[in-house]
């Protein structure tokens, strides 16, 4: 087992072995909005024509665990490591910037996808969406965890407590996910808040997430692909290039 490799086991085992807090939990939480939403809203609500309001609200709480887990995964991981001071053990090794990149992003993917298919197979009873492009689905979830996954070693290695960490996600993450379309189509908004939304890389993440079960969306998957493939990218040069130089880790 190479080195990369070694970190990337140790990270998964990390949420592995609190399972019921890491993947079981946020399943809990997703089955609890998809129950009170749909509830209220379905049958009142008609979103892309005929689709139900529950069926539309499936793919978007499944990418919004997602996406959430993503980074809760590297940042919390980073941070635990600082603050408990095991952090040195790491430093201690021949690992490049890359392979800290690779399992860090890596596992926080794992995840991700560990959570979002767990709220998948949970919820899909109470409404089965069709599934139009799988390809489409495989490919946001892919971008979209590795990209938060990526944001989280950022906000880990920025954050030299739980307390800024807890503030990023609060202040950041949260409102980010919630205003991305999760709950609603954007068309439903006034002009100004509209153009707002399509300021926000999240919603672009879910709407294309989305794409691929209805085989409609706000925008085109396409232009969805580019904004969140540039984001992808940015983000992950910046994460490479603070673990390059140590950020806040070679004191």
């Not at 019921?20 to 892309?48: E, K, N, S, W």
């Not at 794409?211 to 994460?239: K, N, Q, R």
Request: charged share 10%.
């Amino acid at each position: 087992m190479s080195g990369w490799q070694a970190l990337f086991y140790k990270e998964i085992l990390r949420f592995w072995k609190v399972g019921f807090q890491t993947v079981a939990a946020p399943v809990i939480t997703a089955i609890l909005y998809l129950m009170i939403f749909g509830h209220v809203l379905d049958g009142r609500v008609q979103v892309y024509g005929s689709v139900g309001y529950t069926a539309f609200l499936l793919p978007g709480l499944v990418m919004m665990s997602v996406l959430q887990n993503a980074f809760a995964n590297s940042s919390s991981s980073m941070v635990q490591s600082k603050v408990m001071g095991n952090l040195v053990f790491l430093l201690l090794t021949p690992l490049s910037h890359r392979a800290w990149f690779v399992a860090y992003v890596g596992s926080s993917v794992v995840r991700g996808l560990a959570v979002g298919s767990g709220v998948m197979l949970a919820t899909w009873w109470f409404a089965q969406p069709s599934v139009v492009a799988p390809l489409w689905i495989l490919v946001f979830a892919l971008m979209g965890a590795s990209l938060l996954g990526a944001l989280g070693l950022i906000a880990g290695l920025w954050a030299e407590k739980f307390d800024q960490m807890a503030a990023f996600q609060n202040f950041i993450i949260m409102p980010m996910t919630f205003l991305s379309g999760v709950f609603y189509s954007i068309h439903s908004l006034p002009d100004f808040w509209q153009k707002v939304s399509h300021l926000n890389p999240f919603f672009y993440m879910i709407d294309g997430f989305r794409y691929g079960f209805f085989g409609v969306s706000d925008v085109s998957p396409w232009l969805s692909l580019g904004i969140v493939g540039v984001a992808l990218a940015g983000v992950s040069a910046l994460a490479l290039h603070l673990l390059r130089i140590g950020y806040k880790i070679r004191h």
